[in-house]
Structures are given as C-alpha cells and as structure tokens.
C-alpha cells in the first residue's frame, strides 16, 4: 500500500503531465496570434493577447517547477554530470535577461578570475535553471536603477559562483526558510506578487546533486548575497 507523501506524488505527476500538453498548445497559438499579421487586431487587443501569453508562461513554470520538485522528492532527479562551461550559460541567461534588465534601469556587471575559466562538473540544463532561478530573483527584488554582480572564481578543486544584488533583502527572522518549498519572504510579497517559492528549493537540489554547496548572506532594505560551489571538471 502505498503512503500519502508517495499517493501525493503521484498525484501531482499526473495533474502537472496533464497540464502540460493544454498550456503549450495555448502557448503556440498565442505566438502565431502574436507573429502572424492578422491585420484586424487592434491595440488593446494585442495587450490582452501579452497579458494572456505571460500568464501561461507563468502557468507552465508552475507546472514544470511542480514536476521538477516532485522528482527530486522521488529520488528521479539524477543529473548527467558533464564539463559544462558556466561562462557561456551564465552571459545567455545575461541576453534573455536583457528586456527585463533594461526596463528597470539595472546595472549588471560579470566578472571571472581569468579566461578561459575552468569547467563545471554539472548538468548544463539543470544548472542553467538553478543560475536562472537565482538571476530571476535578483532582477524581480532589486528597485530601478540598482546593481546586480556576478562573478566567478576557483577555490581549490572548486568552482565559486557570488551573485550580489542591491535588492530588498531578506528578513533576519525568515532566513532559515529561504531554501523551503513555497517559501517566499513577507517583504517580496510586497513588490512581487507572482511567484511559486519553489525556484530555491530546486536550485540548491541541482547544485547539490552536482556535489556543491550553497548559502548566502543578506540584509534586509540592503542587499542579498548567493554563494554556490561545483567541483571543476577534470
């Protein structure tokens, strides 16, 4: 027989896979409605269409966080671990990044010790989601015309990954929470009202799985400091 926490499982397997296939269907016609010049739209009508694309995209990285966290509590989120250079992820992520950067004004600055720079023994996709995860927060929690930096370092047999923002920060109180299911800080609420609190709790999963660590620093009104480690690739 089997036990609730492996029923629910389950359960949120099925929901999600099930899920999945309507929402990319609406997401391929809201992009063809969007590409395709039907001439007979009018402007507010093209807005409602936007508002309608971001709300399924929010929908699909709800579902596909909800898959993701209910393969790690499974024991299924193995990663192929592979060299994986974290240079050319990370200045992607910087270019699709780039309309949200630009429309609050940020300043984002990456660094690295020397070039070419070591690679990272990690799963190129999953490790991209975790810097995805940890980039997305930093853009969504620092006000207009703030400073977000990313470097990279070696350390040892490691490599150090520091992304600092000049956010909101998170409350002395709730810092033992940041890397829970569904945690979201009682500030951020305040200024970001969408969210699924999972992105953390997935991020340290792959960067742990990886075999590397990850903590961070923070002051609240001041600033949030994310620290990871993977094993460079030898």
Not at 61 to 75: F, K, M, Q, T
Request: one cysteine or more.
């Amino acid at each position: 027989m089997k036990k609730n926490s492996d029923l629910q499982s389950d359960f949120v397997n099925l929901t999600s896979h099930q899920l999945r296939t309507p929402l990319s269907g609406m997401k391929w016609l809201l992009e063809l409605l969007q590409k395709t010049d039907t001439g007979n739209l009018n402007r507010k009508q093209r807005d409602f269409i936007e508002k309608i694309y971001s709300s399924n995209e929010r929908m699909i990285a709800l579902v596909n966080d909800l898959l993701e966290v209910s393969r790690i509590e499974g024991g299924k989120a193995k990663l192929y671990l592979q060299p994986t250079d974290l240079t050319v992820i990370i200045r992607g992520l910087l270019k699709e990044k780039a309309k949200e950067v630009q429309k609050k004004n940020l300043q984002i600055s990456f660094t690295t010790e020397h070039e070419p720079f070591p690679l990272a023994r990690t799963e190129p996709n999953k490790i991209k989601q975790a810097l995805s995860n940890l980039l997305s927060n930093a853009i969504a929690y620092t006000p207009p015309a703030g400073k977000i930096s990313i470097d990279l370092k070696t350390s040892g047999a490691e490599i150090l990954c520091t992304i600092v923002d000049s956010g909101v920060g998170i409350p002395k109180q709730q810092q033992r929470q940041v890397f829970s299911k569904f945690f979201r800080g009682s500030n951020v609420l305040q200024i970001e009202a969408t969210g699924t609190g999972l992105g953390l709790y997935i991020t340290k999963a792959f960067i742990e799985a990886s075999g590397g660590r990850i903590w961070f620093k923070s002051q609240e009104g001041k600033d949030t400091t994310f620290y990871f480690t993977l094993p460079i690739a030898k």
